[in-house]
């Protein structure tokens, strides 16, 4: 009995003690505290050639009015962790990560190769693995700085735009840093970014950034970045247009979902890529009695499908030649099938390989019908 | 095999078929959580998270290319904690107007909802252009609100929106007061809404009519209305004119203010409301039209007439029916020689007596045809009398 309550006493002391602890940490006010929201990164060339990090960092200032003030805080140091040093001097306030939202990357640091700040990041464990990651053109400082009624940081905004891409144009929703973590560390997979740009009057996503391995490949206009996602995606929405002449046109707002197969012969490898668009109208003047004859209907989804057609095939050619990245992800399944690890480089085996797309269109609504 | 093992075997199977029970309800209770879930997971979005609009705009420009361009502005409700709100223009620009949604998506940082809206704001570029290629991305969408009003705007229809009215969050909620009372004092139809306009566009014999406004000086101003002969506007009439157009073309009652004034001391205003009857016989050759305005209200100012009894009374219902048949048969003058439309939709009622579909342009016709106006004006009260 003697001996337990040594040890219960030990115990209870334990507890007691660790108690005491935890309630002399101090806890700080959220007024005391720099909160993150969107992380910026470029890259600046010093006069001597070196080359120096530069973070800005835009927090929320809280007041008692209920007005919140968005602060720019950057460091500025010969890397990305060193920068938090030089920050934090720029600061009266203590740095809290864990909330950003976004982290808006320079065009340069792309070219320039993200795995150096993607170890920093990775590193991090209170960071927020959710934030979403966009490329953008100019000094990302400016595009945290950008002041829009109504919003207490650019970053909500532009963070608003990527989640809701994806209801047009065939955005995917996968640009988050978790996400992105496995893009660059899997083999066969390939990183797309959305590319965003400052306008005159306001942001504005402008296409997409296709990284090959770690590095900036190109920067695909708003047609090509369609097209890609909707032979990169498995599911995804957007519309498409058959247009004429002036007043010749019929819009569709479609679903789209993607299949590979994949078949290997000898050393070439052979990818069949089958897209099922289903959706609905949206404005029609081009096809008349599209609502009522079925004729007329199974002719448009014919010419739809052979529009969008020609429009990957032509997509997936310039990227044999002229990208040479498998910005398909078609590595991935051709890995997943045949073996990994076997030292292949799919950029270039996707380059060489045969790739056809077979399209099917499908009409479910036509709303009221036509005018 | 004796009966004993017989009854193990029994037994056993009977324990087999417990555990496939288990196993089966398990797997059930598995599905049933995972459909509970799964089904509060569904995207559920608070209005905050979409972009509500109260407008939106119609442009049409042409590019340096010479193709033709729509760009179509949204006013958005930015709302905040409190009772702040904000406004915003969100426009997307596309060859075509469905695909101006999927370009505003890039700019924008909410979906956007498509049918809430009261007013719709039409330049003077796309209306001139023509608006059949629009009405069909309306008329195809389930999801608008048809009883939204149309106005035609000078300019940009981005200015008209981005117009600050102060106490209001966005400038479409005033536009969309202003059309709905100008109809209490200018003789305005309150019909100037989609659902009329594709009437309108597709009926023989009709012609649509919208409110025309532009930003003046002193703030957002509905000047007149626009005429248009099929799908384009062609000319556009000032309000004092619209005024008399409105009385010989609406089947509806209107009330507005009508004056004789003689010189500045001498003057008398009226506010009644008008009715008009059409009657339409076919002549050798043409059509013979005749409007009757009934007009029925009372005096609200009068220097011209020192006493009010019952003969001066007369006198004035008179000279105000003198007055309006004179100012109506200018306005149809102008019509059928300046114009060349049928804007007081006369075409409708002669295919309606003489039969449709035979291919006659009615804008023509009325422009040849004898159209006679007649207005039977009667005054009720006289109000505490003259000073």
Known sequence: MKKYKNIIFLIILIIFGGYLRTGQEKIENIEELDIAVGIGYSLKQDVDGSVKHVVPISSIVYKEDGVNVNSIKTGEANTVALSREDRQRKSDRKFFLGTEKLYIFEESVAMFGIYVPFETLFKNPVLNDDGFWVICKGKSEDYLKYKIQGYDTPADYVTGMIRNASSYNFFQKNYRLKDIYLMVGSEGRSLALPYIELKEKGFEITGMAIFNKDKLAAVLDIEDSKTMNILRSDKSRGMLTIEGNENDFINYNAKCKRKVKCTKEGDKYKFIIDLKFNGEV?????????????????????????????????????????????????????????????????????????????????????????? | MNSSSYKEVETVNQIKNMKNIKNILLICVCVIIYTYYSAAMVDEKTIEEYDVSSGFGVDLYRDAAG??????????????????????????????????????????????????????????????????YNADIEFNNTKINDRAIIVVCEGRTEDILRYKVKGYASSPEYIEGMVKNSMTNDFFSREYTILNMYVRLDTEGRNLVL?????????????????????????????????????????????????????????????????????????????????????????????LYKEFNGKTKKELEKALSKDVEKKCSEFINKMQNEYKIDCLELGMYAASKYGRDTGVDWNEVVSNSVIKVKANVKVDKVGRGAY
């Open chain 1, 282 to 371: 949206v404005n029609n003047v081009m096809y008349k009695k599209l609502s009522s004859k079925v004729e007329v209907k199974e002719k448009f989804e014919k010419d739809m499908a052979k529009k969008i057609e020609g429009r990957c095939t032509e997509f997936i050619d310039k990227m044999k030649n002229q990208y040479k990245d498998d910005c398909l992800e078609l590595g991935r399944i051709a890995a997943a099938k045949y073996g990994r690890d076997t030292g292949v480089d799919w950029n270039e085996v996707i380059s060489n390989s045969d790739i056809k797309v077979n399209v099917k269109v499908k009409v479910e609504k036509v709303g009221r019908g036509e005018f």
């Open chain 2, 67 to 132: 193709t033709v361009k729509y760009s179509i502005p949204f006013s958005v409700l930015v709302f905040r904690g409190g009772n702040r709100q904000y406004s915003m223009i969100k426009t997307g620009e596309a060859p075509t107007g469905a695909e101006t949604r999927q370009n505003r998506q890039l700019k924008t940082d909410k979906q956007f909802l498509i049918g809430s809206q009261k007013v719709l704001v039409f330049s003077e570029s796309l209306v001139g252009y023509g608006l059949k």
């Open chain 2, 211 to 303: 409110p025309y406004m532009k930003i003046s000086d002193k703030g957002l101003e509905i000047t007149g209305l626009a005429l248009f002969k099929g799908d384009k506007m062609v000319n556009k009439v000032e309000v004092d004119e619209a005024k008399f157009m409105n009385m010989m073309r609406e089947n509806e009652l209107l009330r507005g203010y009508l004056s004789i004034q003689k010189n500045s001391d001498e003057f008398m205003n009226f506010y009644g409301n008008t009715k008009r009857r059409v009657k339409c016989n076919k002549v050798k050759e043409g059509y013979e039209f005749e409007i009757i305005i009934d007009i029925k209200g009372d005096v609200i100012a009068n220097t």
